[in-house]
């Protein structure tokens, strides 16, 4: 299990016709505050704040189909050359991170195959890497830092 020290939060919240919502500034606009809601938005915080992930290149519920049925993944993390490279799947905190999550999460990367999978219920966070040499995968310590993908090119002999 990863320790996560959330940062405080400095969200915009409101009420709406007795509903509470919650400013996500991924999506540029207030969505309903769920439990689940509350986690993916520190989450959200963290890898920005904390670990410097780039906001930018991060898609939230991302749309996703696996066979006749259309999904969407929680929080998406993309490298700087726009390929998924992480799937964050949040879960509110009363919900048990057990197999039955770590299969769903694996299931979305059969239609969005990344190098990670992270679950996390705001109390627990697991992540999990592929291993390709083994083809399985494996429990990680902590979260990845951030890839600066930017190789210097090679030089090829003639």
Known sequence: MINIQFPPPDFKITSTNGQELI??????????????EWVRQNFLNYLVKKMDYPGALMSIEKE??????????????????????????????GISLNSAVLEQIVRYHMALPVPYLVITNGSHTWCCKMNTEEGKWE???????YPDIREEPTVREL
């Not at 500034?25 to 505050?33: C, E, I, S, T």
């Open 139 to 145: 429990f990680e310590p902590s979260l990845p830092g």
């Open 64 to 93: 996703m189909n696996l066979g006749e049925l259309r999904k969407r993944c929680d929080i998406v993390v993309y490298t700087r050359e726009a390929e998924p490279w992480m799937i964050v799947e949040c879960k509110e905190m």
């Open 23 to 36: 400013f996500d500034p991924f999506r540029k606009k207030y969505v309903v505050l769920t439990p689940e």
